[in-house]
């Protein structure tokens, strides 16, 4: 499964963005798909996924009212509304999919088996 996201870009606090992530190469509808992010001298953290098996969407409490995640299985895409963005948001957004994730796992980059090349948001105050 290949994994190509877009949409980031730099924005003033208070703005908004979506970020998209298209797959190709696998049985999209069956995977579940997410979303992390990484600023500069931290690690991975999770943002939301969208877990096929239950078609329900998972959202950090960071991001909780703020962003949603969502997907279009016909077009083979998971996308991210980002609201109400802060300066904290920086940062490289990374989407990533995995077959057999349990919800428990969800925020764990290494149960994802699959994960796209990044696209950067910049928030400025």
């Known amino acids: 499964v290949q994994l190509q996201a877009s949409g980031g870009g730099s924005v003033q606090a208070g703005g908004s963005l979506r970020l998209s992530c298209s797959a190709s190469?696998?049985?999209?509808?069956?995977?579940?798909t997410g979303w992390f992010r990484q600023a500069p001298g931290k690690e991975r953290e999770f943002v939301a996924a969208f877990k096929w098996t239950d078609a329900s969407p998972y959202h950090a409490d960071s991001v909780k009212g703020r962003f949603s995640i969502s997907r279009d299985n016909t077009k083979n895409t998971v996308f991210l509304q980002m609201n109400n963005l802060k300066p904290e948001d920086t940062a490289v957004y990374y989407c990533?999919?995995?077959?057999?994730?349990?919800?428990?796992?969800?925020?764990?980059?290494?149960?994802?088996?699959?994960w796209g090349q990044g696209t950067l948001v910049t928030v400025s105050s």
């Open positions: 990533a999919a995995g077959a057999r994730l349990i919800s428990s796992s969800l925020p764990s980059p290494t149960a994802y088996d699959y």
């Open positions: 190469g696998g049985t999209f509808r069956r995977l579940t």
